[in-house]
Nanobody, 121 residues
Framework: VQLVESGGGLVQVGGSLRLSCAAS????????MGWFRQAPGKEREFVAAVSWSGRNTYYADSVKGRFTISRDSAKNTVYLQMNSLKPEDTAIYYC???????????????WGQGAQVTVSS
C-alpha cells in the first residue's frame, strides 16, 4: 500500500488547512486509517483515526473539536480538516493505514512520507 499526503503548507494562527492522503496498491476499504504528527525534537504523536467503515472516529484531546477526520472509499482517500490552527499544531503530518483494528498507537502497517504544516503567529 502506498500513501501520499498533500495539502500541507503555511497558514496563520486561526486559519484552516485540509490534508489529503491518497492510497493505492491495496484494498482501501478494509484499512483503518490514522493521522499522526511529529514536531522537531518530539516523538510522533497520534492525531486522529477512522475505522475501516468510517463509522468510528478517534481524536487526540489536543485537536478534539478543531480537527475532523473523514474518508472517501470511492476515491481511496482520507482527509484531515484542520480548523482554528495554533502554533503548536506545527509539525510534519503523516498518514497511516492499518489492516488490524483502529488504534491510536503508532502500530500501523503503512506510512506516507509526510506533509509539513506550519502555523505562524
Amino acid at each position: 500500500v502506498q500513501l501520499v499526503e498533500s495539502g500541507g503548507g503555511l497558514v496563520q494562527v486561526g486559519g484552516s488547512l485540509r490534508l489529503s492522503c491518497a492510497a493505492s496498491g491495496g484494498t482501501f476499504s478494509t484499512y483503518s486509517m490514522g493521522w499522526f504528527r511529529q514536531a522537531p525534537g518530539k516523538e510522533r504523536e497520534f492525531v486522529a483515526a477512522v475505522s475501516w467503515s468510517g463509522r468510528n472516529t478517534y481524536y487526540a484531546d489536543s485537536v478534539k473539536g478543531r480537527f475532523t477526520i473523514s474518508r472517501d472509499s470511492a476515491k481511496n482517500t482520507v482527509y484531515l480538516q484542520m480548523n482554528s490552527l495554533k502554533p503548536e499544531d506545527t509539525a510534519i503530518y503523516y498518514c497511516a493505514a492499518n489492516s488490524g483494528p483502529t488504534t491510536t498507537t503508532t502500530e500501523y502497517d503503512y506510512w506516507g512520507q509526510g506533509a509539513q504544516v506550519t502555523v505562524s503567529s
